[in-house]
């Protein structure tokens, strides 16, 4: 079964730092852009961050600009997301996925892979 799995979310205090990993089961990720969401409660998903497949593209939120980084390991077929800086609105649960990763945007749909997400906690 073709599969994305997140990890490494957890509660942190303001200005701590996680570093989230993507891993893909089944698939080779080197081939595909892969984009980072996050949803918090009561609002609406929104992209983070994405890396492109070997062109060296990426792409960050205005809100976490400088704060996060985004990497690959092809050698693990993983991602990372790196979080630094972390502030109480960066609280969300954090899914990657597949789609189109471009220097302005990030898409992904429902024929994208999905992972089941992982809840990232900014507080003291």
């Known amino acids: 079964q073709v599969q994305l799995v997140e990890s490494g979310g957890g509660l942190v205090q303001p200005g701590g730092s996680l570093r989230l990993s993507c891993a893909a089961s089944r698939f080779t990720l080197r081939r595909y852009a892969i984009n980072w969401f996050r949803q918090a409660p009561g609002k609406e998903r929104e992209g983070v961050s994405c890396?492109?497949?070997?062109?060296?593209?990426?792409y960050y939120a205005d809100s976490v600009k400088g704060r996060f980084t985004i990497s690959r390991d092809n050698a693990k077929n993983t991602v990372y997301l790196q979080m630094n800086s972390l502030k109480p609105e960066d609280t969300a649960v954090y899914y990657c996925a597949t789609g189109l990763c471009g220097s302005r945007n990030i898409v992904s749909g429902s024929d994208d892979y999905w992972g089941q997400g992982t809840q990232v906690t900014v507080s003291s």
């Open positions: 890396i492109g497949r070997s062109d060296g593209i990426t």
